[in-house]
């Protein structure tokens, strides 16, 4: 006897066949591997035999039709009409045409080349902002945590001037002068004044060339274990940092250069 797949209330299925079967989807189906629903099935079927239709369909429609004969055609046939066009003075129906070609192509090309400058305006703005603010406020004892945060708030500030981070005030126009008075305000000043306006940002025991002292600009007391050619390098606290805080680690070798 046949099982059939599925039944939609207990009380129909045959006693004897009560085992075979288990409540799914608010009916009672056949509870077996690789079992499936017979309608689901022929569904399934009926739908790929449908698209394999309508593709030989397709590719009988376009059967011994070469796309670069087609393309010659089509040039061919846009010569003859402009041909025609001249013959009887339209000159400037077949300039605006031709204008129209032209500018759509330009347009096109355009386009690929602004969205690659932006593109490499981007990578520059993280080499020159990004890496130059994490640089000097690593220095000052920045947390590891606050890379993003940091570099977001320079960003709001800095912005790249012929390739040099340039600070401006916050209409987007005035250049931001630094301690001086007179020459711009670099990343060091201005990482200085977030020890003291953000003091969360960097660590609390980072001592007086952090957030303690923030005029001190030179006067990092973090020592960087990646810093050559000075007593700081030390192989054995790189190897330390890196298996206790690689995060950490990662900004040091950034900040060392």
């Not at 129209?100 to 490499?120: F, I, N, P, Q, Y």
């Not at 007391?221 to 298996?243: C, D, F, G, H």
């Amino acid at each position: 006897m046949t099982l059939k797949f599925k039944y939609q209330k207990k009380e129909e299925i045959p006693a004897e066949h009560l085992a075979f079967y288990a409540e799914r989807d608010g009916a009672w189906q056949l509870d077996g591997d690789g079992v499936a629903d017979k309608t689901k099935l022929d569904e399934f079927r009926n739908n790929n035999v449908a698209l394999l239709k309508q593709l030989d369909e397709q590719k009988k429609r376009f059967e011994g039709i070469d796309p670069d004969a087609v393309r010659t055609l089509a040039e061919e046939k846009r010569r003859l009409e402009e041909a025609q066009q001249l013959k009887a003075g339209e000159f400037d129906k077949v300039l605006e045409t031709r204008v129209r070609a032209v500018k759509g192509e330009m347009e096109g090309k355009l386009s690929a080349v602004t969205s690659e400058r932006d593109t490499l305006n981007s990578r520059l703005v993280a080499i020159q902002i990004d890496q130059g603010v994490t640089t000097a406020a690593t220095k000052r004892g920045l947390r590891v945590t606050a890379i993003p945060d940091i570099t977001a708030r320079a960003r709001s500030v800095f912005k790249l001037v012929n390739g040099v981070p340039t600070a401006f005030e916050n209409d987007g126009s005035t250049v931001r002068v630094g301690k001086d008075g007179i020459a711009p305000l670099t990343l060091d000043e201005w990482v200085s004044a977030q020890a003291v306006e953000a003091p969360h940002l960097f660590e609390s025991n980072a001592g007086g060339g952090a957030a303690g002292n923030p005029g001190g600009v030179g006067s990092a007391v973090v020592k960087n274990p990646w810093k050559r050619n000075s007593a700081e390098w030390n192989v054995t606290e790189q190897m330390t940092m890196l298996r206790n805080d690689p995060q950490r680690a990662a900004a040091m070798k950034l900040a060392a250069g």
